[in-house]
């Protein structure tokens, strides 16, 4: 009766056991030779000019235009859409670096906003931003 011979399967680990030590041994003589690379953190200072108020136009859904200047508490009044380019043309021309923040009712149309942005930059101004409430 012949025997059958099962092949065994082996995986002789020594060999890979070898070269991690070898590997640890080499990290843990040469790590105290690497010096950490600095991290030039950025100093907190105060700025020369404090960050101007923005001036805020206000969208309604009843489709009227309020405009408020930040920069002067209680500065508030209701211009026509035909008057709001002038009104912010002049008020950009006292205060250049003054930034312009639109705010619309949740129901005022997309197109409102964006006609308005187009007037906006049609009277040279460039910083326009658009004011958001995060949900409750």
Do not use: C, W
């Amino acid at each position: 009766m012949a025997r059958s011979r099962k092949q065994m399967a082996q995986i002789n680990v020594v060999p890979m056991i070898d070269v991690m030590l070898v590997l640890l041994v080499i990290f843990m003589v040469t790590a105290p030779f690497i010096n950490p690379g600095q991290v030039d953190l950025p100093s907190v200072g105060k700025t020369a000019q404090t960050p101007s108020q923005p001036l805020e136009i206000v969208i309604r859904e009843s489709g009227e235009y309020l405009l408020r200047n930040r920069a002067i508490a209680g500065d508030e009044r209701m211009v026509t859409k035909a008057a709001l380019a002038g009104e912010i043309a002049a008020l950009h021309r006292a205060q250049p670096d003054q930034p312009v923040v639109i705010a619309a009712d949740r129901s005022v149309r997309y197109e409102e906003v964006m006609h308005t942005m187009t007037l906006l930059q049609n009277a040279q101004i460039t910083r326009i931003g658009l004011l958001a409430r995060p949900a409750p």
